[in-house]
């Protein structure tokens, strides 16, 4: 083997394989040989990155008021009869434009100022693999916790009852869909996964900071007017939240995770408008 001396000099001894393999290989003093020991020298796996509380508590604070905010908005212009697909842009920017300037604002303020590392916000090839995995996952806790919360006669009410009684048009359902499948999951996966998940871990265990940001997802979904039905909705969603929190954690990112929320959010909407797209 064709190799340089080893870092510490000539000297017979083990070292690290200069090839890269996870062993130690012999130096005799002159050449590597082919002895190897047979002890891996894998690299510690590197530590989960956090943030500071202050970023998690913000972020959280940030997008439900947005969201309050946007429905106050829409109620209030919704009398000038403009297209419906004027008002689904006017509650994405309104909803979600708010998290985005938290988490760059964050970022600077108490992270390295770079948003997308700070948060995660990395996406591989493999994800396209990891995305449907854990998307399959979070249905099942999902309809796990649907089987309990009916068993347990708790109101449950879908955050989507209403939409497939209503005549939409085409540009509707186009916006409706990149709201639904783009613009939430990008948002909400950066504030639950990104932002809250790694701010809780600078004070909590791993398996606290899953859950709490999971019960945080599921009540950011509570509609007034959903009335009792806000409990189970509540709950079966919180499932989900943990479910892609664990993944967010065990990943070191949230590129899968986000590709998880659209598929969930895509298969949804497209069952819910599937009956309601006028004929061709």
Same mark, same amino acid.
């Given at each position: 083997?064709?190799?340089?001396?080893?870092?510490?000099?000539?000297?017979?001894?083990?070292?690290?394989?200069?090839?890269?393999?996870?062993?130690?290989?012999?130096?005799?003093?002159?050449?590597?040989?082919?002895?190897?020991?047979?002890?891996?020298?894998?690299?510690?796996?590197?530590?989960?990155?956090?943030?500071?509380?202050?970023?998690?508590?913000?972020?959280?604070?940030?997008? $439900?008021?947005?969201?309050?905010?946007?429905?106050?908005?829409?109620?209030?212009?919704?009398?000038?009869?403009?297209?419906?697909?004027?008002?689904?842009?006017?509650?994405?920017?309104?909803?979600?434009?708010?998290?985005?300037?938290?988490?760059?604002?964050?970022?600077?303020?108490?992270?390295?100022?770079?948003?997308?590392?700070?948060?995660?916000?990395?996406?591989?090839?493999?994800?396209?693999?990891?995305?449907?995995?854990?998307?399959?996952?979070?249905?099942?806790?999902?309809?796990?916790?649907?089987?309990?919360?009916?068993?347990?006669?708790?109101?449950?009410?879908?955050?989507?009852?209403?939409?497939?009684?209503?005549?939409?048009?085409?540009?509707?359902?186009?916006?409706?869909?990149?709201?639904?499948?783009?613009?939430?999951?990008?948002?909400?996966?950066?504030?639950?996964?990104?932002?809250?998940?790694?701010?809780?871990?600078?004070? @909590?265990?791993?398996?606290?900071?899953?859950?709490?940001?999971?019960?945080?997802?599921?009540?950011?979904?509570?509609?007034?007017?959903?009335?009792?039905?806000? $409990?189970?909705?509540? $709950?079966?969603?919180?499932?989900?939240?943990?479910?892609?929190?664990?993944?967010?954690?065990?990943?070191?990112?949230?590129?899968?995770?986000? $590709?998880?929320?659209?598929?969930?959010?895509?298969?949804? @909407?497209?069952?819910?408008?599937?009956?309601?797209?006028?004929?061709?």
């Amino acid at each position: 083997m064709r190799f340089g001396a080893p870092p510490g000099g000539p000297r017979a001894g083990w070292y690290p394989d200069p090839a890269g393999y996870p062993v130690l290989r012999y130096y005799d003093g002159r050449v590597w040989t082919t002895a190897t020991s047979g002890m891996t020298t894998f690299e510690p796996a590197p530590d989960h990155p956090v943030l500071d509380l202050r970023v998690a508590v913000g972020a959280v604070v940030v997008l $439900i008021t947005s969201l309050v905010a946007s429905r106050f908005l829409l109620d209030a212009i919704v009398r000038f009869d403009w297209p419906i697909a004027v008002y689904t842009a006017i509650s994405i920017l309104a909803g979600y434009v708010p998290s985005v300037g938290w988490c760059w604002y964050a970022s600077r303020r108490w992270g390295t100022g770079r948003l997308l590392a700070d948060f995660g916000v990395r996406v591989r090839w493999v994800d396209l693999g990891w995305g449907p995995l854990i998307w399959i996952t979070a249905v099942a806790c999902e309809l796990f916790v649907i089987v309990l919360v009916q068993a347990l006669e708790i109101p449950l009410t879908s955050n989507t009852e209403g939409i497939g009684e209503l005549d939409l048009d085409r540009t509707y359902v186009v916006s409706l869909l990149i709201a639904a499948v783009v613009a939430a999951p990008i948002v909400e996966e950066l504030v639950f996964r990104g932002a809250l998940l790694r701010g809780l871990r600078s004070r @909590m265990p791993a398996v606290a900071a899953i859950g709490v940001q999971g019960a945080l997802f599921g009540l950011a979904h509570v509609d007034p007017v959903r009335g009792a039905g806000n $409990i189970g909705l509540a $709950i079966v969603l919180a499932a989900v939240g943990v479910a892609l929190g664990g993944a967010a954690y065990l990943l070191h990112r949230i590129g899968p995770v986000v $590709i998880a929320h659209a598929i969930l959010n895509a298969v949804v @909407m497209a069952v819910v408008l599937t009956d309601s797209l006028p004929a061709s």
